[in-house]
């Protein structure tokens, strides 16, 4: 099993570009999720997904956006990158949320750097 | 405030000694808790979680970690810190009536040879 892969592992983009990034599980979850890492701010969720075909706000959505593209895969879309989106982004999976106590699972990062 | 605390930025500790990393948490009700850690341009890996039963807790790579309700804390612990155990180290609790985990700015531990 692969886990949670994501792609791409670094870009660098230049103000106002766009960019998708790309995420799949193979281990048959149905929440997944978008967190991003700052230094001295710990992961804050972007998005999050429950189940196919639903898509929630987490607690930094400004200048995001996410799709559900079936059970395995979870794109985040940056429509006009900034260089306040400069980090470190994660995917990740649970086979039901976190109010059941089930364990997130992380892919392995990709680092965005907007200039 | 904060869901959740680590209050120490690093860590210090002789390879051989005890690790300590400290967590508090400030929710309501039932708390589960997570711990994770990552290795240097590596994603979060999972350590351990307490849902409920057993107050301590028992995880990958030797690491255990102990619930105090009294205290509200979730503190991972290594009996015998090896150069390996060299990583940041995240505590993670679920909030209440929100379908997200809240997670601590992380603890960087480094384990002296």
């Known amino acids: 099993n692969a886990g949670v892969t994501q792609t791409p592992k670094f870009q660098v983009l230049k103000t106002g570009q766009s960019m998708t990034l790309q995420c799949a599980q193979d281990?048959?979850?149905?929440?997944m999720y978008w967190y991003r890492q700052d230094p001295g701010m710990g992961l804050r969720l972007i998005y999050y997904?429950?189940?196919?075909?639903?898509?929630d706000k987490g607690e930094v959505p400004n200048g995001y956006n996410v799709s559900r593209l079936n059970k395995r895969e979870f794109s985040l879309r940056l429509e006009s990158a900034a260089p306040s989106q400069t980090s470190v982004y994660f995917c990740?999976?649970?086979?039901?949320?976190?109010?059941?106590?089930?364990?997130?699972?992380f892919g392995e990062g990709s680092w965005l750097t907007v200039v | 405030a904060q869901s959740v605390a680590q209050p120490e930025d690093q860590v210090n500790v002789a390879e051989g000694n005890p690790l300590t990393v400290k967590c508090t948490y400030s929710?309501?009700?039932?708390?589960?808790l997570f711990w994770y850690v990552q290795y240097p341009n590596r994603g979060l890996q999972f350590l351990l979680k307490?849902?409920?039963?057993?107050?301590l807790v028992k995880g990958s790579y030797g690491f255990e970690a102990e619930f105090n309700k009294s205290q509200t804390s979730f503190h991972l612990k290594k009996p015998s810190a090896l150069v390996s155990d060299s990583a940041l180290y995240f505590c993670?609790?679920?909030?209440?009536?929100?379908?997200?985990?809240?997670f601590g700015k992380g603890n960087q531990v480094v384990v002296i040879p």
């Open positions: 990740a999976s649970s086979e039901k949320g976190p109010t059941s106590g089930n364990t997130i699972y």
């Open positions: 281990m048959n979850h149905n929440s």
């Open positions: 997904s429950a189940s196919e075909g639903t898509t």
């Open positions: 929710v309501s009700g039932n708390p589960y």
């Open positions: 307490y849902i409920t039963g057993d107050n």
């Open positions: 993670a609790v679920r909030i209440p009536g929100n379908n997200r985990l809240a």
